[in-house]
T-cell receptor
Framework: GNSVTQMEGPVTLSEEAFLTINCTYT??????LFWYVQYPGEGLQLLLK?????DKGSNKGFEATYRKETTSFHLEKGSVQVSDSAVYFC???????????FGRGTSLIVHP | EPEVTQTPSHQVTQMGQEVILRCVPI?????FYWYRQILGQKVEFLVS????????KSEIFDDQFSVERPDGSNFTLKIRSTKLEDSAMYFC?????????????FGEGSRLTVL
């Protein structure tokens, strides 16, 4: 079945540091891949997505590249801000079902 | 900006009681979902709902659970005879399309604590 594995958090960084949050997946067929973000007190919201191999999703300075050969979709940002502090969820959908499968989420804490 | 709203934000209940969690999806969305996240674990799919019926459900969604769209705007999750292990954050979501590439819009979640 489909599954998503994310690195455990929390990830604690200083402002302007480089961020990587690892995500690997197992899926049938050719999944679409997503990163969702949950800011404190809010619902999960889509951050970026990629729908085929080698696609790069990007938004708000975040990027993730769909790597079929390593079944990965790692989230990166070159310079994090305090306002990026949130929980980040990797997700996929595939196999004819439109129901996304989520990881457990990775908490990011950015200090000034 | 349209958003999904959930009530209550936090509910504490005694084991064995029934709980109803409420959601108001975005008005022009056609597909509705419930997920849950037990503390420290993955966000797990429970059920999806389309055209006034369940379209897909997970193994978690057994006879203890039911969903309803009673009035065209609310989308409810009922949990009968709650157990300690039902304690979790429950997320409602809605989407305009359901083709695996569309975006789900989530509410803030309802935290259920079963004592």
């Amino acid at each position: 079945g489909n599954s998503v594995t994310q690195m455990e958090g929390p990830v604690t960084l200083s402002e302007e540091a480089f961020l990587t949050i690892n995500c690997t997946y197992t899926a049938t067929g050719y999944p679409s891949l997503f990163w969702y973000v949950q800011y404190p007190g809010e619902g999960l919201q889509l951050l970026l997505k990629a729908t085929k191999a080698d696609d790069k999703g990007s938004n708000k300075g975040f990027e993730a590249t769909y790597r079929k050969e390593t079944t990965s979709f790692h989230l990166e940002k070159g310079s994090v801000q305090v306002s990026d502090s949130a929980v980040y969820f990797c997700a996929l959908s595939s196999g004819g079902s439109y129901i996304p499968t989520f990881g457990r989420g990775t908490s990011l804490i950015v200090h000034p | 900006e349209p958003e999904v709203t959930q009530t209550p934000s936090h509910q504490v209940t005694q084991m064995g009681q029934e709980v109803i969690l409420r959601c108001v999806p975005i008005s022009n969305h056609l597909y509705f979902y419930w997920y849950r996240q037990i503390l420290g674990q993955k966000v797990e799919f429970l059920v999806s709902f389309y055209n006034n019926e369940i379209s897909e459900k997970s193994e978690i969604f057994d006879d203890q659970f039911s969903v309803e769209r009673p009035d065209g705007s609310n989308f409810t999750l009922k949990i009968r005879s709650t157990k300690l292990e039902d304690s979790a954050m429950y997320f409602c979501a809605s989407s305009e399309i359901a083709q695996g590439k569309g975006e789900l819009f989530f509410g803030e979640g309802s935290r259920l604590t079963v004592l």
